[in-house]
C-alpha cells in the first residue's frame, strides 16, 4: 500500500467487561472471580489489527464523555490510528457487558451501544471527502441503517463490511450489491440467506 493511502474504518469502539468465575457460575448469585475491562468493538478492534500490519488508519468513530472514553481515547492514538475525524459526543461510552462461564464461554451478555447512533448520515456527508480519498472504507453492523445506505449511495471508495452479529446484519441486506467484500460469520450468513447450513448460505 502506497504510504500516503489509508484505510478508513467506520464503526464502534466500545470498552469491553467481562467477569468469569472461578469455579462453576452460579445463577443468581455473587460468584467470586476476576473482572476486567478492555478496549473492544468491531470497528476498533479491525483498525487495530490493521495498525498491527502497519496499515494507515483513519477511523471515524463515536466517544463518550466520560473516563472509559479517556482511555478509549488514549489507547487508539498509542496504536497509531488517526482520531482526528472522530465525532466526540457527551454520552456514555459505548460498553459491552459480558459474564463468561469458568471456561471462558461467554453466557450473558448486555450491549450499550447508543453513542454509535452519533455516527449519522450528517456527520458522514462532513466527511465524505475524508472517505472518498481513502483506499478502502471498512464500516461495520454497529452503524444504523440510514448511515449504512449513506455510505453505500456516496462512497467511492470499496466498501468492505462487518455485519457484528446476526441482528445487525439486517442493516445491510439492502446494500450487499454494492459491497467489494462482506465478512460474516456462518450464523450471520445462514440468517441472512434463510439457510440451515454454512455452505448453502455460500
Not at 60 to 85: H, K, P, V
Request: aromatic share 6%; charged share 20%; glycine share 6%.
Amino acid at each position: 500500500m502506497n504510504t500516503q493511502q489509508y484505510v478508513a474504518v467506520v464503526g464502534a469502539v466500545n470498552m469491553d467487561i467481562c467477569g468469569t468465575p472461578f469455579t462453576k457460575l452460579i445463577n443468581r448469585d455473587s460468584n467470586p472471580g476476576t473482572v476486567r475491562h478492555n478496549p473492544g468493538g468491531v470497528g476498533r478492534n479491525i483498525a487495530h489489527n490493521l495498525r498491527l500490519m502497519g496499515v494507515p488508519v483513519k477511523f471515524l468513530t463515536a466517544f463518550g464523555n466520560d473516563i472509559y472514553a479517556n482511555e478509549l481515547r488514549t489507547s487508539c492514538a498509542e496504536l497509531g490510528m488517526d482520531i482526528s475525524d472522530a465525532v466526540y459526543t457527551e454520552l456514555p461510552t459505548s460498553t459491552y457487558l459480558y459474564i463468561t462461564d469458568e471456561t471462558g464461554e461467554m453466557q450473558l451478555a448486555v450491549c450499550d451501544t447508543d453513542v454509535a447512533d452519533s455516527i449519522d448520515e450528517t456527520y458522514l456527508r462532513s466527511k465524505l471527502e475524508v472517505l472518498n480519498q481513502a483506499a478502502l472504507v471498512i464500516f461495520d453492523g454497529n452503524l444504523t441503517e440510514g448511515s449504512v445506505q449513506f455510505l453505500s449511495e456516496n462512497v467511492t471508495a470499496p466498501l468492505f463490511a462487518d455485519p457484528v452479529s446476526s441482528k445487525k446484519a439486517q442493516r445491510l441486506r439492502g446494500v450487499l450489491p454494492k459491497l467489494h467484500t462482506f465478512k460474516p460469520n456462518d450464523i450471520e450468513a445462514m440468517h441472512l440467506t434463510e439457510t440451515e447450513t454454512p455452505e448453502d448460505a455460500a
